[in-house]
């Protein structure tokens, strides 16, 4: 029997959404079993329009929610907004979280009805800065990427050649790229505040498995 508290490492057990997943696809396995099986009425996810784009959508459909695995690094998009007066599951950032909490007190969004799956977050980073820092950093072309990663403190891109480079994020923020101003000074990077608090800090093995984390209560 599970309890709050407990830690769980896990993945989806779709090969490919396993393979699609920032870190196993759990998350994405468990949006979307939370439409199949009536939990809630719609999911937010986003939707992706490259490695820099990407917009939210509210959803009932369980093939837009499969196709919507993976991290968005460069996408400073805040879902709470889209929580508001509907049944839905969401994953979230902590900032994320904070804000759906926060349109709750204003009776806005129902805690009671609304499920959070929250995402550990070392921070999110502006896209056309990003573009610049791919281009001077890292020798990489932008329409190149086709995956990144955070990992012991590297930002890490994989191109489609097949290759992948690190450079360690203190290393971009000293250049003036990284993170955005907010997320080097933010104090909440796991979600401790949301239903369910997912991420790969702390497994032994990589990309294809997840730590979660239940927390131990919600405001
Ligand atoms: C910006 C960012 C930074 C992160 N940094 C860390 C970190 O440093 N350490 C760590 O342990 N974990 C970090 N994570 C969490 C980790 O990357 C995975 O999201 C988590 O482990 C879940 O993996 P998964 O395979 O189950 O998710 P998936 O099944 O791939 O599902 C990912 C879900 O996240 C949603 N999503 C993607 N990008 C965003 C975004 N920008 N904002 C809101 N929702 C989004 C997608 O719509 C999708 O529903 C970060 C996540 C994000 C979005
Ligand atoms: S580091 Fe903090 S402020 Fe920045 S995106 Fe993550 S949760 Fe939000």
């Known amino acids: 029997m599970v309890e709050v508290g407990d830690k769980l490492v896990g ?3 779709d090969d490919e959404v396993r393979k699609r997943g920032a870190s196993g696809g759990l998350v ?3 949006l979307a079993a939370a439409l199949e099986k ?3 009425e719609s999911v937010v996810v986003l939707k992706h329009v490259d490695e820099y784009e990407a917009v939210p959508i509210i959803t009932d459909d369980v093939e837009e929610v499969l196709a919507s695995t993976g991290s968005m690094h460069s996408v400073p998009a805040m879902l709470a907004k889209y929580a508001v007066d509907r049944k839905v599951a969401m ?3 902590p900032c994320d979280i904070r804000a759906v909490i926060e349109q709750s007190k204003r009776n806005m969004i129902d805690l009671d009805s609304t499920y959070l799956i929250g995402l550990n ?3 999110t980073m502006p896209p056309v800065l990003t573009k610049k820092m791919l281009i001077e ?3 990489i072309d932008p329409e190149d990427v086709v995956g990144e990663d955070i990992e012991k403190g590297k930002l890490i891109y994989r191109t489609k050649d097949g290759n992948e480079k690190a450079i360690s994020i203190e290393e971009l923020e000293e250049a003036g790229f990284g993170r955005r101003n907010n997320c080097q000074y933010c104090q909440l990077k796991i979600p401790v505040n949301s239903d369910l608090a997912c991420g790969n800090w702390g497994t032994l093995l990589k990309r294809d498995v997840l730590r979660l984390r239940l927390p131990v209560i919600r405001p």
């Open 11 to 13: 993945y989806a057990t």
């Open 28 to 30: 994405t396995a468990v």
């Open 38 to 40: 009536g939990l809630v």
């Open 91 to 93: 994953p979230g950032k």
């Open 121 to 123: 977050c070392g921070g």
């Open 137 to 139: 950093m890292y020798d």
